[in-house]
């Protein structure tokens, strides 16, 4: 006779924190906040607000994760503004969008891996997937489009499946 183990079964944490205007649904969402009016959904979404971090929204798996002590971000979107620890008033939109950022302030990245390896550049603008996506220190910058301003490598093959291009992130 075969027996078989009850599955574990995963606890999702959701709560609001009426005091201090939090609400969070997820695994690990929201898990060291000390912040005010913040909104995380996903797992690890806001995890490291533990500095102080107020009015941000994170939504999705590890948006903001690394937040310590930034304000008014938006981050939608898989690891969106992931590495940001101090930046402010920064909105990111698209899978990886401005996912390198640590400090880099009013900064706008919308599509996948827009402004993805900014790191301190500060009022960029990116719309498009890819657009900006090698920029990491500059500022005050638009580009609007697909891989707009932005340095790819292009990889060289006779086989015709091969992929016509590679962003680096």
Not at 7 to 13: D, E, L, N
Not at 26 to 44: K, R, Y
Not at 139 to 164: K, Q
């Amino acid at each position: 006779m075969l027996v078989l183990s009850p599955q574990a079964v995963a606890v999702c944490r959701e709560g609001c924190d009426v005091i201090n205007g939090n609400t969070f649904l997820g695994e690990n969402a929201l898990l060291n906040n000390i912040g005010i009016n913040n909104t995380a959904v996903g797992e690890g979404a806001l995890d490291s607000n533990e500095d102080g971090g107020w009015w941000n929204t994170a939504i999705g798996f590890d948006a903001l994760n690394l937040n310590t002590t930034g304000i008014y971000n938006t981050a939608i979107g898989n690891a969106a503004l992931s590495f940001n620890t101090t930046g402010l008033s920064n909105t990111a939109t698209g899978a990886y969008a401005l996912y390198a950022n640590t400090t880099g302030t009013h900064d706008t990245a919308n599509g996948y891996t827009a402004l993805a390896r900014n790191t301190t550049g500060y009022f960029n603008t990116a719309d498009g997937a890819i657009a900006l996506g090698s920029n990491t220190e500059g500022h005050d910058n638009i580009a609007v489009g697909f891989e707009a301003l932005c340095i790819i490598r292009r990889v060289v093959t006779t086989w015709p499946t091969a992929p016509l291009h590679s962003p680096e992130i």
